[in-house]
């Protein structure tokens, strides 16, 4: 009864009305204006809920300590880094793409070791994931579904809490994954060139690695702590040789 929750795309409601039984506060976003005005009528004489018609990726979310959502797959990627990827993220039951929880659950295979892998496993843990099908939905969607349990890590890299250094660390997993079947040193020279900050050689970034006793392996052999680290590592390289 202490929860407070922040619900994405309530809909008619229907989850909404048991979400309120246990928890302190419910914020329900909405952005479609029909079903706005529909909730605000439908819960209008109960205290603990506001229904805000607003778009959740532009919002100021006030604080919360569970999402509960069923994500769009458009825009799976920017509420996980609106919502998630901070300092004090809070636990989610979701319901997203199939596909998209198989990239965050860590499964050390190539297909699956994506962007979204390292990203959300900086900031979280998966703990449960139930696979739903299709045609329990009316109308059934193209793609089938899976419902996550997930909370945040006790342990998120310092580095990480600043937001110059989170946007740095974005880009940077963004930049070199797209290259993961090749050697760490060939993606970060690649993620340099097209960030078009500062060129350095390759033979300077291996010994730079080198020398933080860290091996060339191909990207995927990483964990996501390495990936992290690697990612504080070239940021101090570069502001360190613009500096100079």
Avoid: C, W
Avoid at 85 to 103: D, F, H, M, T
Avoid at 156 to 176: E, H, V, Y
Wanted: hydrophobic share 40%; no cysteine; charged share 25%.
């Amino acid at each position: 009864e202490d929860e407070v929750i922040l619900e994405i795309g309530p809909g008619l409601g229907i989850l909404t009305e048991e979400l309120l039984k246990f928890s302190k506060k419910v914020y329900a976003y909405e952005i479609d204006f029909k079903l706005f005005q529909y909730l605000k009528e439908k819960f209008s004489q109960i205290e603990n809920i506001e229904v805000l018609n607003e778009d959740i990726l532009k919002a100021n979310i006030p604080p919360h300590n569970i999402i509960v959502s069923n994500i769009p797959y458009s825009i799976t990627g920017p509420i996980f880094e609106k919502v998630f990827y901070n300092e004090k993220p809070p636990r989610g039951i979701l319901v997203i793409e199939n596909s998209i929880a198989e990239r965050i659950f860590i499964q050390n295979k190539y297909k699956t070791f994506s962007r979204i892998t390292v990203s959300f496993n900086a900031f979280m843990i998966p703990v449960k994931k139930y696979n739903i099908s299709r045609f329990k939905f009316f109308p059934a969607p193209r793609i089938d579904l899976s419902l996550i349990i997930v909370k945040p890590r006790e342990d998120i890299n310092p580095f990480l809490l600043s937001d110059k250094n989170r946007s740095f660390f974005l880009r940077f997993i963004a930049g070199i994954m797209p290259y993961k079947n090749k050697n760490i040193v060939n993606a970060i020279n690649l993620f340099l060139k097209n960030e078009k900050v500062i060129n350095f050689p390759k033979p300077k970034i291996l010994q730079y690695l080198k020398n933080k006793n860290l091996s060339n392996e191909k990207v995927t052999k990483f964990k996501v702590d390495e990936l992290v680290k690697i990612s504080e590592l070239i940021f101090e390289l570069i502001y360190e040789t613009l500096s100079i």
